[in-house]
Nanobody, 125 residues
Framework: QVQLVESGGGLVQAGGSLRLSCAAS????????MGWFRQAPGKEREFVAG????????YYAGSVKGRFTISRDNAKNTVYLQMNSLKPEDTAVYYC??????????????????WGQGTQVTVSS
């Protein structure tokens, strides 16, 4: 069992930056690939970024590539999402998820076994 707790959301002006954190409980954090998703009102949850078990491979949605950076610290059981050059369309609730799925990097929500409660990110224009 893994519990995930996100933090770091808030209100920021367009062009600004935020760093989200996701702290995991349990001793098996390094056995999960981790992902960040977001969900805006009236929209489906969408993949934002993912990272491999060791952190050596990362994956991004086209809409955030070059602006967001995902990283993890297995010693601290934490995954991060650094978000730069934020845009109003980045406004959403951001969730971290843990996946034990094998194969290509999971990018669909049902491939994830555990989820955090979410943290709100609001970008004003």
């Amino acid at each position: 069992q893994v519990q995930l707790v996100e933090s770091g959301g808030g209100l920021v002006q367009a062009g600004g930056s935020l760093r989200l954190s996701c702290a995991a409980s349990g001793r098996t954090f390094s056995s999960y690939r981790m992902g960040w998703f977001r969900q805006a009102p009236g929209k489906e949850r969408e993949f934002v970024a993912g990272i491999s078990w060791s952190g050596g491979s990362t994956y991004y949605a086209g809409s955030v590539k070059g602006r967001f950076t995902i990283s993890r610290d297995n010693a601290k059981n934490t995954v991060y999402l650094q978000m730069n050059s934020l845009k109003p369309e980045d406004t959403a609730v951001y969730y971290c998820g843990g996946s034990q799925a094998m194969g290509v990097m999971p990018s669909i929500s049902y491939e994830y076994d555990y989820w955090g409660q979410g943290t709100q990110v609001t970008v004003s224009s």
